[in-house]
């Protein structure tokens, strides 16, 4: 059995940046890049099938700015082995586009059984990479998928809809993508991952080697361009409340909090 998993590497949301910033590879050192937390998902719910059928799974990185970092990590997760797509002619910010290259980098990997990717690409907020792959590909899809079982005839799905929950069988060849579940929580790299991880030869793809030409997956082919990019500035109120005892200030401020439908805490 083998499973493909797509992962993202992006800017960790610790990293003290303004939103243009991290776009600009020089105001980010190689500690500030982080596997997509989405993508952690999608590895983690290959890594279970890989536990418990013994499957083979192989992390596939295109966006980031070190991809190579990213792919160590997923090795040391546990992932089997991983593939390096690193080329400046592929515009990956255009999902569509992304699909490309995926299906391109599937056929020369050659016979899989599943593909994992997460909910979210972060970089540009798209959800629909999945949807997209799974149209190109001519297989069936779960996407949203928060738990997975293994049954007789594939697999058993429970996914997100609006205002509910619901269960699906799939055959044993598809696409899924995995939300942020109890279930996919993505486990912890182990010393002896890290090692393997040191030591494992990771071969790099370029655009060429897929068979795709720039006007095919670079800029010049997309269809959704950014034009713009800028900070958001938010604008908070602030309540001074100068009456009363302090037990009063408190119930006053609590009244205007909710009066705003202001939440507190989680």
């Known amino acids: ?23 600009d590879s020089t105001r980010v050192s190689e500690d500030d890049l982080v596997i997509n937390p989405s993508s952690k998902n999608a590895l983690e719910g290959a890594l279970k099938l890989k536990d418990q059928l013994g499957a083979e799974v192989t992390a596939v990185c295109v966006r980031g700015l070190k991809t190579n970092k990213a792919l160590r990590e997923a090795i040391a997760m546990g992932c089997t082995d ?21 299906v391109e980098a599937l056929g020369k990997i050659g016979e ?20 997209m792959l799974s149209e190109k590909l001519g297989l069936p899809s779960v996407l949203y998928a928060e738990e997975l079982e293994v049954i007789d005839s594939g697999y058993k799905i429970g996914h997100v809809l609006e205002g509910g929950r619901k269960i699906v069988a799939m055959p044993s060849k598809g696409v899924i993508s995995c939300s942020d579940s109890q279930y996919f929580t ?5 010393m002896r991952g890290i090692l393997t991880a040191k030591r494992a030869e990771i071969p790099k793809w370029t655009a060429a080697d897929l068979g795709l030409s720039s ?3 670079g800029e010049e082919a997309t269809s959704l361009i950014e034009v713009s990019f800028s900070n958001i500035v938010l604008e908070k109120e602030s309540y001074i409340i100068k009456e009363g005892e302090p037990e009063e200030k408190v119930e006053n401020l609590l009244a205007k909090l909710k009066e705003d439908e202001i939440k507190l805490g989680a």
């Open 1 to 23: 059995m083998k499973i493909i998993v797509f992962i993202e590497q992006i800017v960790s949301t610790q990293v003290k940046l303004q939103g243009v910033d991290y776009f």
């Open 112 to 131: 899989f059984d599943l593909v994992f990717l997460g909910v979210e690409e972060q970089s540009t907020g798209s959800y629909a990479i999945g949807a």
């Open 82 to 102: 991983a593939i390096e797509i690193a080329d400046e002619t592929i515009y990956t910010y255009d999902p569509l586009l992304l699909a490309k290259v995926y």
């Open 215 to 217: 006007s095919v997956v």
């Open 186 to 190: 993505p486990r912890y790299t182990s």
